[in-house]
């Protein structure tokens, strides 16, 4: 039986893929931070007879130390895991500069270094899987944000469009670093962008572009039914690279500074940095 482990699991794409591999067996564990979300998932789960299968791990992911736990809780209950998939998000495009209590801006914090933590901190049990993935959901090839070398935190002209950018473009370059420095892995590292998927994001907005984005979404975006089944494909056949990046399914040129190696390397290295600072 596969095992597979998704953060933002109860809600979106997240909770598509779900469900989608409890209907195919697998037992899956769905990290969440809302506890009603997570109740609603494992009634689904349910009533798909696969109530046994289910497991919901609320976590906080904006917290370094909630997501190095939950590393610790996974590997004291599965003995492999054979898919990683990376969704968690939460959108701040509006309002001030908001900071975890561990000091870490808030976007960077979850949309970034929770899917640092989670990549590197599961790579042995991921290793002990016969076919291990992980799947990293962001952006990649859009060339929109940049990484703030000289203000990873944005603690000087802070904008939530920076702050939501960033991490994105960081996700871009978390693949090739991982892939550099773990050269010897069987895991393959997807970057993957879906494209535009009708989930509950616009909720976080403010009206009027709650319902202009609502609006849009209705004409344009894609079904989670539907976004989910080029997703699972590349995630049940994965590519023989160590990374790739793909928008739904196109596979893009590892070219650029998207997916430049020394600024991988770079950025692996500032945030072992910060990692380290945050340590009690």
């Not at 596969?2 to 899956?28: E, F, M, N, S």
């Not at 976590?59 to 003995?79: H, N, P, Y």
């Not at 959901?137 to 944000?145: A, R």
């Not at 056949?237 to 991988?264: I, M, N, S, V, W």
Request: aromatic letters at 6%; one cysteine or more; glycine letters at 8%.
């Amino acid at each position: 039986m596969q095992t597979v482990v998704i953060t933002g699991g109860t809600d979106g794409l997240g909770k598509g893929l779900a469900l989608h591999y409890l209907r195919q067996g697998a037992r899956v564990l769905a990290v969440g931070s809302t506890p009603a979300r997570g109740e609603a998932l494992l009634a689904e789960a349910t009533a798909l007879s696969a109530g046994d299968r289910a497991t919901f791990l609320q976590a906080d992911l904006t917290s370094v130390t909630a997501a190095q736990e939950l590393v610790t809780t996974i590997e004291g209950t599965c003995s492999s895991v054979d898919k990683l998939i990376l969704c968690a998000q939460r959108y701040r495009l509006f309002g001030a500069r908001t900071v975890t209590h561990e000091g870490f801006e808030h976007s960077f914090a979850l949309a970034y270094l929770s899917r640092y933590v989670l990549s590197h901190g599961l790579r042995t049990t991921l290793e002990s899987a016969p076919r291990p993935v992980i799947m990293n959901v962001g952006t990649p090839g859009t060339p929109l944000g940049r990484i703030h070398w000289d203000d990873l935190q944005l603690t000087h002209r802070y904008n939530g469009t920076k702050a939501t950018l960033q991490p994105f473009r960081a996700n871009d370059l978390l693949g090739v670093a991982f892939a550099a420095v773990h050269t010897n892995t069987p895991i393959r590292y997807i970057g993957y962008n879906p494209g535009v998927v009708a989930t509950g994001m616009p909720n976080h907005l403010p009206q009027p572009l709650r319902a202009l984005t609502k609006a849009s979404f209705a004409l344009l975006a894609t079904s989670v039914a539907r976004a989910v089944t080029p997703v699972s494909h590349l995630l049940d056949e994965p590519p023989g690279e160590p990374f790739t990046a793909y928008r739904t399914t196109r596979q893009l040129p590892l070219k650029g500074t998207a997916f430049d190696k020394d600024a991988a390397l770079r950025l692996h290295r500032l945030t072992q940095d910060l990692l380290l600072r945050q340590r009690p």
